[in-house]
């Protein structure tokens, strides 16, 4: 199979940018589909570290930093009219058209960001993955998460299920996480520093529990707070050690989580988890095992106290059975040999 895939304009697609969240699973999707064995055709801004069998530079770095600015991480909303994708998609749009061929597939993490290039080609099949975001509208999705899926559904008021949509968890490369089976007494917070983020409730768990609670990254360092340690952005080693040494890290989200990434990069380290319990969280932690779900401070508490009763050998193990890019992959495999039966009689094959 041949895929046409859209990196956000944002980001470069290499480890640099490992902070935004929709750059590195681009990239590790294209990892997916190489090792699958398929065609990869990647459209991005000009630096490139991602396999593929074709780079396709569609916005210059110039044209991004106008945007942007110097800094490598930006909580920019993806939008068709932002001059970023609607420039890069112009470019891509051309440069896709010079290279297509029938049964091709288009794959994006935009929303509609993208639609326009979704648009210029009805002949091929444009497919929104891993959605964790608000504002997907392809006919061919596939969710992070079951929550996020009926979120989307229930907002769309759409009662009527698709067929050709699929949930298929977010996935990762097991080489960026260690699992470290003594730990340290203290926990993490790591993630954006908002109020929906939960980092208050955090901050305030851990000073009644009595534990250090060290807070990694970008937005409101005011809300870190209760005697926690701000330890700034953390990125690839730096990261990857924190979350092996630390004994839970707390993701106490107070929005419906359409995934939280970060919840199972810290099971891959054998890090307990502990959690609000709505969203994805209901499917991503096990209650008791490899984490706590908590509904009031006092669970969060008491979620803390008790962080060492779980075995971190088996939380890395059922994050790898479950989330790794190995067992992942074959379940996108699935789908997209589902989507090529559409170019023929799609529903109506009796196989």
């Known amino acids: 199979m041949r895929f046409h895939l859209l990196a956000p304009p944002n980001i470069q697609t290499t480890s640099g940018y490992s902070l935004d969240v929709f750059g590195t699973i ?28 074709e780079f396709v530079s569609v916005i210059s770095r110039e044209t991004q930093l106008k945007y942007l600015g110097k800094m490598a991480y930006q909580t920019i909303v993806p939008s068709p009219e932002y001059p970023l994708w609607s420039e890069s998609s112009k ?13 091709d597939f288009i794959c994006s993490i935009s929303g509609y960001a993208h639609q326009t290039v979704a648009t210029a080609f009805p002949d091929l099949m444009f497919v929104e993955y891993s959605i964790g975001y608000r504002g997907s509208f392809s006919k061919y999705r596939v969710f992070q998460s079951d929550a996020w899926r009926h979120f989307t559904y229930g907002t769309e008021q759409n009662i009527v299920g698709k067929n050709f949509d699929e949930v298929i968890p977010a996935f990762f490369d097991l080489d960026e996480f260690t699992l470290r089976k003594t730990k340290d007494s203290f926990v993490l917070y790591i993630g954006r ?4 983020k939960g980092v208050s409730v955090a901050c305030r768990a851990a000073r009644v529990a009595g534990v250090k609670l060290l807070v990694a990254g970008y937005g409101n360092k005011a809300l870190v707070t209760d005697g926690a340690e701000y330890v700034g952005v953390l990125t690839g080693d730096r990261k990857k050690e924190l979350m092996a040494r630390a004994s839970a890290v707390l993701v106490p989200t107070q929005y419906l989580e359409p995934f939280g990434c970060v919840v199972v990069e810290a099971q891959l380290c054998g890090t307990p988890v ?3 319990d709505f969203g994805s969280f209901r499917e991503i932690v096990e209650e008791g095992r490899t984490g706590y779900r908590c509904h009031y401070l006092g669970e969060f508490v008491r979620a803390i106290q008790r962080r060492g009763e779980l075995d971190p050998e088996y939380i890395r193990c059922r994050a790898i059975e479950q989330f790794s890019t190995p067992v992942v992959a074959p379940r996108y495999q699935k789908y997209f040999d589902r989507l090529n039966l559409l170019w023929g009689d799609g529903w109506n094959v009796v196989d």
């Open 193 to 196: 520093l908002t109020a929906d």
């Open 26 to 53: 681009t990239m590790r999707f294209a990892r997916l589909l190489k090792g699958l064995g398929h065609t990869v055709l990647l459209y991005g801004s000009e630096d490139n570290e991602t396999p593929c069998d």
């Open 274 to 276: 502990i959690t609000s």
């Open 91 to 103: 470019v891509a749009i051309r440069e896709i058209r010079a290279r297509k061929k029938p049964g």
